[in-house]
């Protein structure tokens, strides 16, 4: 079996296990009890937060502790009140939610990077909020967040000269770049910040956001006023713990982890037939999205599938829908090079010798299937 | 140590774990990934939401996963558009959520079952869902849901006659009485039930809500659609899993759990000193609820954690903040009552030689502050 779909999900690291087992056990208790051994529970889960906030250069006080990047990215929309701009070509749970609160799509280039030009265009005054994330996730193209960052100071500064007391934030969902990226709160300049565990090795179900402060939020959920009154529930102390580890894990290895997947996937572009869409300058070193113009990438992946390999033609929940790519729309693509484009994402379950394999075996069922279809 | 807090955290069964762990490992796919052992995860998810649904007569379908009590209580009240009313004994989760929607409380009699006479005169056309718990989470009063189901159907058929077409749903929280009642969703006559994993013996973090057909409700997040729109995000498959094992297990066992905790609720009431709160018809039998008129709950809560006996002054979230219980002023107690009130929660973790020892160690700390404070 060769995985080539971290950016879909990855298994959670043992490490990460090992860390949570107790808290599914002897440490089980309400971190909100009176008596110690729930007190140490609770010390435990702000030193976990406090591991998640010191990777991206925050404070554990900064985070709010979600369900997942879903939640997350929804909830840093609860911090604007009138309209945002956002990258057309960001995920659902941005961009859904972003046009639920009348937002405005920023266009990308054909290469996926912001369209700057765009955005300043449509930077006026109403607006609170710019959501941009960090890497998107079909395509792995890295955004320059300093830059947007830069531009976003630059119009507080003008609007506070102006007498015009709006606030202007930066939003950025960074849940695919955490494994590749020294990400760091400041050196990017945002106000919020949104991380996933289970795309860092980490257990499912659990995220978090970055808040800024000064930045104010509001509830999606009430009730016992957990983290700071905008996440009520009881803490979910395993998930969290094991989200700190996995974090832990990234941060130390981010620099090897880039090094050793820019390899495989300057083998995979070698090796493979096939057009590469994204260039490699300005994407997470372990997504490889080739296109087959002419063939049908959905039909692609059942046969690897057979064959043993396991890849995407999108994003996940895209793809059960049936949806086409609103990601490869955006960056000009054809219906046809769409329909035949894959997305491989490398990460801890692969090995040299996999992607060699990989690759020609992604080479045979393409021939293959241009045989059958007479191409 | 002898843990009596077993209604504000339960460990995880080790049998549930064990079900969890091939979905941390080898059964980490995304659900909805297109590729076959992705669509076997998505599979044994659907099996997990069936079996959960099947231990409260319900079908997978019906139910939407949340990430706890909390998160369905508040999704529960996207139904109502206009008036709700709820119990004045509700957890936070439910009570801070309606109050903003413009809630209306209904008063309790002091043995905490809920005022028919009040509910009556409060419930009038603009009502559109009322909202009481099964089990209180203070008092473990078990509330006559049937009765208010038949007043509620009295109500719409009412309704009908006068061509009044407003809806009347019935929302109740289960939480605490998974392990104690035989919960059926047909019988209790609900639109809208919150189960949680947490308080059964499944891991934190994973709760549903049970959503009658043609109840309509709002997502509280948007995003890629899971859960029917209703809760967007990457699925917890661990998580769901551990809480089917665990409901499963509450299920099978509840008369036996029933029976053994009566029996062990028995020793503590014969051989405590104290007077007991809650007549234990109306009660569930791992709650024992006893009231030291004149000494501080809180002091006691530490003298029995020097000698290894956890117990609550009351909910663990409302506890960690110090504020008096909302809950035993509804039932009339006046402040030293309050002030001198433990809850003592029974399961799983206790046996009976346990049992024993708390009421002689209860005895004995007791004992020592009276003499403390001259009493």
Known sequence: MIYLDHAAATPVDARVLRAMEPYFGEKFYNPSAAYLPAKKVSADYEVAKAKIAHCIGAKGAD???????????????????????????EHDSVRRVAQQYGGMAVRVLANGLVDMADLRAKLTDEVEMISVSLANNELGVIQPLAEIAALVREVRMDRMRRGIKRQLLLHSDASQALNLLDVNVARLGVDLLTLNSAKVYGPKGVGALYVAHGVKLLPLTLGGGQENGLRSGTENVPGVVGFARAMELAHEHVNGNRKKYAGWRKILLDELEGHELINRKHCLDNFVVVCYEGLDAERLVFALEERGVYVATGAA???????????????????????????????????????????????????????????
Do not use: W
């Open 317 to 375: 929940c895209a793809a059960s829908k049936g949806v086409r790519s609103h990601v490869l729309s955006a960056i000009g693509l054809s219906e046809a090079q769409i329909a035949g484009s894959l997305r491989l994402t490398l990460g801890e379950t692969n090995d040299e010798a996999q992607i060699h394999e990989a690759a020609a075996i992604i080479n045979e069922v393409v021939a293959a299937e241009r045989k059958r279809m007479g191409a």
């Open 63 to 89: 985070l709010v502790i979600t369900a997942g990047a879903t939640e997350a990215n929804n909830l840093a929309f609860t911090a604007p009140t009138s309209k945002v701009l956002y990258l057309e070509t």
